[in-house]
């Protein structure tokens, strides 16, 4: 278990990186959340976040907050999954999350639906768009995304609330900065086409290594695991 001293300390330190990239980009603070990742760390370290206020945790595993949900059940967290999401793993997602950041299929969205209906409840998405040239990454192809909004509008139970991205994992901060202002870019065209019932206000992307750049760049939610938590 991470002292809670020690975890109070490091969300400190993150809490003043976003205020000073934000003093570069001439942003207000209070427009950029912290989602701390908790992803391999166990319930008594969410515990202590919990204590410290926090109680939306980003999760890139199904199972690990299914581990984690019962002997959390008295916090009253909201699940947020970052992570890719296999269609058969849908009813798990309506089951305990509060939120899915990383939508990038038609097949899914369907399987969400018809989950989310059965339970009579909603859930709030974000749509994961490729913005790195690198293979392991997810996400809706650029070219492709104002089309794939359009299809999410029939979904009722799905409540599209913007855009995630990853960027490219290299040491060039200019290829890194480049990928947060193409997503920035998809959601201004995606905007204007104008697509009913789809909310685009947030933008999510910057980490624990690169939430600087994606703050000047318009990122309205960070997701920071190590820099808080410590090395997986």
């Known amino acids: 278990m991470i002292e809670t001293e020690t975890l109070q300390s490091r969300a400190h330190k993150v809490k003043q990186q976003i205020e000073r990239a934000c003093a570069r980009a001439g942003r207000d603070p209070a427009d950029v959340t912290l989602l701390p990742v908790s992803k391999t760390f166990g319930a008594s370290d969410i515990r202590a976040m919990v204590d410290l206020g926090f109680k939306r945790f ?19 967290i909201e699940w947020v999954v970052i992570g890719q999401v296999q269609t058969n793993k849908a009813k798990e997602v309506a089951k305990y999350a509060s939120e899915l950041q990383s939508l990038d299929r038609l097949a899914l969205a369907q399987a969400l639906d018809k989950r989310l209906a059965g339970l009579n409840r909603t859930l709030k998405v974000l749509v994961q768009v490729k913005t790195s040239p690198e293979q392991t990454k997810a996400g809706v192809e650029p070219d492709e995304l104002i089309a794939f909004l359009q299809e999410l509008a029939q979904f009722p139970t799905l409540k599209v609330e913007g855009l995630m991205t990853m960027a490219v994992l290299s040491d060039d901060q200019t290829a890194v900065r480049d990928c947060f202002k193409l997503l920035r870019q998809c959601r201004d065209n ?6 009913e019932g789809i909310s685009l206000a947030r ?22 695991g190590s820099a808080i938590f410590g090395a997986r």
């Open 203 to 224: 933008l999510s992307m910057g980490m624990s290594g690169d939430m600087a750049l994606a703050i000047e760049e318009g990122s309205t939610e960070v997701r920071v």
């Open 58 to 76: 980003g999760e890139n595993r199904l199972q690990e907050i299914a581990q984690k949900d019962p002997d959390l059940t008295d916090c009253a």
């Open 190 to 195: 995606a905007l204007a086409a104008n697509i």
